[in-house]
């Protein structure tokens, strides 16, 4: 995969990466005529309840029903009501057996974990997914942004790009091809940085990475490829 098709990749895959894992673990699931019920969201003995169904519905871009299956799902698969770091570890590294999975799902676990308190809840999951699947390509960019900015301070630094570059290369493995050199990471970093750094000083911003982004026919299409998915 060449740097270009890597630069595209490292936005899009947020979005394939996610969904799969969704449907994977039976999270996304067809939504059946009969749940029609009126009830708010259904809540059972756990560690952490849910705000309540109006509020995530002002809050994202789902109906009442489909916040409704999602919660299902979510509380299936995580009867204690959140999921930790290791349990998302795991969930992606069944997806690459021949690369390694653990740094980027803990970037992409940090984009999640809006409150910072080690553990996705369903606001955190359901918020996140709203961005990816129906928000606007602004807030799709913003979210990439927001996981590419791992300390949180505003800027990406060549040092961040870096590492979550890597993290890429990683998870991959041996399927990526033609075969990734040793320096194919850092190359990459300098490619983005070249294109992306509009006032050379070192950083990218949030308004450089946006406007950037907007200017990029492909990055654009990929931003409209799952908005149907549920």
């Given at each position: 995969m060449g740097i270009q098709g890597m630069e595209l990749f490292a936005i899009g895959v947020v979005i394939i990466l996610f969904v799969a894992v969704l449907k994977q673990f039976g999270i996304?699931?067809?939504?059946?005529?009969?749940?029609?019920?009126?009830?708010?969201?259904?809540?059972?003995?756990?560690?952490?309840?849910?705000e309540g169904l109006e509020q995530l519905q002002a809050q994202t871009?789902?109906?009442?029903?489909?916040?409704?299956?999602?919660?299902?799902?979510?509380?299936?698969?995580?009867?204690?009501?959140?999921?930790?770091?290791?349990?998302?570890?795991?969930?992606?590294?069944?997806?690459?057996?021949?690369?390694?999975?653990t740094t980027y799902a803990h970037f992409l676990f940090n984009a999640f974990d809006l409150d910072r308190n080690g553990s996705i809840r369903f606001e955190d999951f359901v918020i996140g997914l709203s961005v990816l699947l129906r928000g606007?390509?602004?807030?799709?960019?913003?979210?990439?942004?927001?996981?590419?900015?791992?300390n949180k301070d505003g800027y990406i630094?060549?040092?961040?790009?870096?590492?979550?570059?890597?993290?890429?290369y990683d998870m991959m493995g041996r399927y990526t091809y033609p075969c990734v050199r040793?320096?194919?990471?850092?190359?990459?970093?300098?490619?983005?940085?070249?294109?992306?750094?509009?006032?050379?000083?070192?950083?990218?911003?949030?308004?450089?990475?946006?406007?950037?982004?907007?200017?990029?026919?492909?990055?654009?299409?990929s931003m409209q490829l799952f908005e149907n998915v549920i």
């Amino acid at each position: 995969m060449g740097i270009q098709g890597m630069e595209l990749f490292a936005i899009g895959v947020v979005i394939i990466l996610f969904v799969a894992v969704l449907k994977q673990f039976g999270i996304l699931e067809p939504m059946s005529l009969e749940d029609s019920s009126d009830s708010d969201l259904e809540l059972s003995t756990v560690r952490h309840q849910p705000e309540g169904l109006e509020q995530l519905q002002a809050q994202t871009k789902f109906t009442k029903k489909e916040l409704q299956s999602l919660y299902r799902g979510f509380k299936n698969e995580c009867p204690s009501g959140l999921v930790d770091e290791e349990t998302f570890k795991t969930i992606y590294s069944q997806f690459f057996p021949q690369g390694d999975a653990t740094t980027y799902a803990h970037f992409l676990f940090n984009a999640f974990d809006l409150d910072r308190n080690g553990s996705i809840r369903f606001e955190d999951f359901v918020i996140g997914l709203s961005v990816l699947l129906r928000g606007s390509v602004t807030e799709k960019l913003n979210w990439a942004f927001n996981l590419y900015d791992i300390n949180k301070d505003g800027y990406i630094t060549k040092e961040e790009m870096l590492l979550i570059m890597k993290s890429i290369y990683d998870m991959m493995g041996r399927y990526t091809y033609p075969c990734v050199r040793d320096e194919a990471p850092s190359e990459h970093v300098e490619k983005f940085f070249q294109k992306m750094d509009r006032n050379r000083d070192g950083v990218v911003t949030i308004e450089e990475f946006i406007e950037t982004c907007q200017k990029d026919e492909n990055i654009m299409n990929s931003m409209q490829l799952f908005e149907n998915v549920i």
